[in-house]
């Protein structure tokens, strides 16, 4: 674990991609939390309408996503397009800030914080870019390292951006405080992340155009993929959704109870993405991701059954290991799918986060039409263990091929 802290601190391209995703995660962590009380309650967003908003702003994002990733591969750039992505955090954040109505509100969710989502990718790319040298295994640590520092975001900003608002008779100000991450970013980007090393992409200027850039996503070799980890990931986006509901319902447990054991998990995330970076050096990755992922399903079963409040939390331990695993593992491998371009094998993540959005929206409905929250729990193990089947069928059938 120490080996990915250091090889990640020492040099200076992936020490400020390290800082730079770090208040990247600031900004949703600091306004995550009060994103729909400022929207509706404060600004007079209706329900649908504000749903109808997050539905068309994951869209954009993801095509963001892929567009920008496509394009900082066509230009062997990653820093310029850091920059420009930054600038629409900064504008997105402000004018929410500035000037407090829905009109702001909506541009800002719809046009300029989609865009800024890509910046995401695009740093895992950068990081990409600048780990030619670096062999799998060090690669894999190094972008736990990175991930594992958007989970410390979360897990110091809600308390701080809290104690901060404690009284205040509007959240707003939380998008000051993402303006001012978004501005670090850019700051960042522009005086201290160098240049990444050029890369040549095999086949040229015809396989780095928008149409064959989007055939190699849509290839049934990547997305079939892309669709066995997005199985997997929509646990983490179902629970999410039932925890809440079931510690604060069946399990008797009380709004307090709750915040303690979303801080709990969340600081095991940050121990175990380290952890699971190393174990990849002696497991084979899709092994590993497969054990997580097996408790993950394990630990939703687990919270479907739960009727008592120590229930959920001794579930926390099981929780937060395997989360760790599946917040960290799926990176570097969706990265592997399109190995030789860091821009668009990046923008996988982003596809990824879009699609287990979806899957888990719809066990959520299936699963709360059916029976109740603890069901949905269950139901979402068993897409979640869909997702781990086809990722060992789909990889035991590249190892025939090969051998």
């Known amino acids: 674990m120490s080996n990915a802290l250091k090889t990640t601190w020492a040099d200076k391209s992936l020490r400020t991609s390290a800082l730079a995703i770090f208040f990247f995660g600031t900004t949703g962590a600091a306004t995550s939390p009060y994103q729909s009380l400022i929207g509706i309650q404060e600004l007079g967003l209706s329900d649908s309408g504000y749903a109808a908003l997050m539905f068309a702003a994951a869209i954009i994002n993801v095509s963001a996503s892929v567009m920008m990733g496509i394009l900082a591969d066509r230009m062997g750039d990653y820093r310029t397009s850091i920059l420009y992505v930054s600038l629409f955090g900064v504008l997105g954040f402000g004018i929410v800030y500035a000037f407090a109505n829905v ?61 901060m608002l404690a009284g205040a008779s509007s959240m707003l100000p939380a998008y000051l405080i993402a303006t001012l991450a978004a501005i670090i970013c850019f700051i960042l980007g522009a005086f201290f992340l160098p240049p990444a090393p050029k890369i040549e992409i095999e086949g040229g200027e015809a396989r780095s155009r928008f149409l064959a850039s989007l055939g190699e996503v849509l290839d049934p070799r990547v997305a079939m993929r892309v669709l066995a980890i997005a199985l997997i990931c929509s646990m983490l986006h ?34 175990f993405i380290l952890f699971w970076g190393k174990a990849e050096t002696w497991m084979k990755p899709v092994r590993a991701l497969a054990l997580g992922a097996g408790l993950y399903a394990l630990y939703l079963v687990l919270q479907g059954l739960a009727t008592e409040r120590w229930h959920v939390y001794a579930q926390t331990v099981i929780s937060g290991i395997a989360a760790a695993a599946i917040i960290s593992l799926p990176i570097t491998y969706l990265q592997d799918l399109i190995s030789d371009r860091p821009g668009l094998g990046s923008s996988l993540i982003a596809v990824n986060i879009f699609l287990s959005a979806g899957l888990s929206a719809g066990i959520f409905a299936i699963g709360t039409r059916i029976g109740d929250y603890s069901f949905a729990s269950i139901l979402g193990a068993i897409v979640g263990s869909f997702g781990i089947i086809l990722l060992f069928v789909l990889e035991s059938g590249k190892t025939r091929k090969t051998s």
Do not use: C, H, Y
């Not at 600048?130 to 690669?139: D, E, M, T």
């Not at 809440?244 to 998990?265: N, R, S």
């Open 103 to 163: 009109p702001a509100f909506v541009v800002s969710k719809l046009l300029l914080l989609p865009i800024f989502g890509a910046l995401n990718s695009l740093i895992f790319a950068n990081v990409r870019a600048n780990s030619a040298r670096l062999s799998s295994s060090q690669l894999i640590g190094v972008n736990s390292t990175i991930r594992a520092t958007i989970s410390l975001s979360w897990v110091l900003m809600p308390g701080v951006v809290g104690v």
């Open 238 to 271: 179902i629970n999410d959704a039932v925890r809440p509901l079931i510690v604060t319902g069946k399990a008797g447990g009380t709004v307090a109870d709750l915040g303690i054991i979303v801080g709990i998990v969340a600081a095991l995330e940050i121990v």
